[in-house]
């Protein structure tokens, strides 16, 4: 799905922009209930939208309920400065402050949670949602995307911030769109004399 002329992946971002996800997000404070009343939860943090795209199949391919995991404070828009805060937290163990957690967590048996792997581990976001919800009993499936470095240690973090959990093996997919796209940028650039 890396190559941006793939039918396939036009398809999937044509059918998720004509048909709005139904999120869990919580902006008002407000209790939340499963609106579908599935004991299935799609819980997803995506950057550039790869894993949204995914989190947005499952979550209609199960009639489950979405909640998008966000941090308090965004991660810059740009990219490079992206991969250098999340590295720092990462060899600082900082966990970001989430903006809303699930409510009614107890109402849902099984956690499908999508996270693209970041420096070879997952995010610090995803490790501050697992650290803020319980998931004693509860089964947990995650679901990956990566830039081609594979899964990197994700699970044992998964493993250890929810040792109570059931962690299922997960559905993995590579998409290196913006590691892609940089490349061929700076390849062009580099191939341009500077104009000033």
């Known amino acids: 799905m890396s190559n941006d002329h793939d039918p396939l992946r036009r398809t999937v971002i044509a059918a998720l922009a004509s048909a709005p996800l139904l999120s869990l997000a919580d902006t008002q404070g407000a209790s939340q209930t499963p609106r579908s009343g599935s004991r299935i939860l799609v819980a997803y943090f995506s950057r ?74 997952a995010p610090p976001i995803v490790r501050a949602f697992l650290s803020a919800h319980d998931l004693t009993g509860k089964t947990l499936i995650p679901f990956n995307t990566h830039g081609g470095y594979g899964l990197g240690n994700s699970r044992s973090v998964l493993v250890n911030h929810a040792p109570k959990a059931k962690v299922l093996e997960g559905f993995v997919m590579e998409s290196e769109q913006e590691r892609k796209t940089m490349e061929r940028v700076n390849g062009w650039l580099s191939d341009h004399p500077r104009t000033r």
């Not at 499952?58 to 400065?81: N, T």
């Open 48 to 121: 550039s939208g790869n894993t949204r795209v995914v989190a947005g199949l499952i979550q209609r391919g199960l009639g489950a309920d979405l909640f998008q995991i966000r941090p308090a404070y965004p991660y810059p828009e740009d990219y490079l400065q992206t991969v250098e805060q999340a590295r720092q937290e990462r060899d600082s163990g900082f966990e970001p402050e989430l903006q809303e957690k699930v409510h009614a967590l107890s109402d849902y048996d099984t956690l499908y949670l999508g996270f693209p792997i970041w420096g070879e581990t």
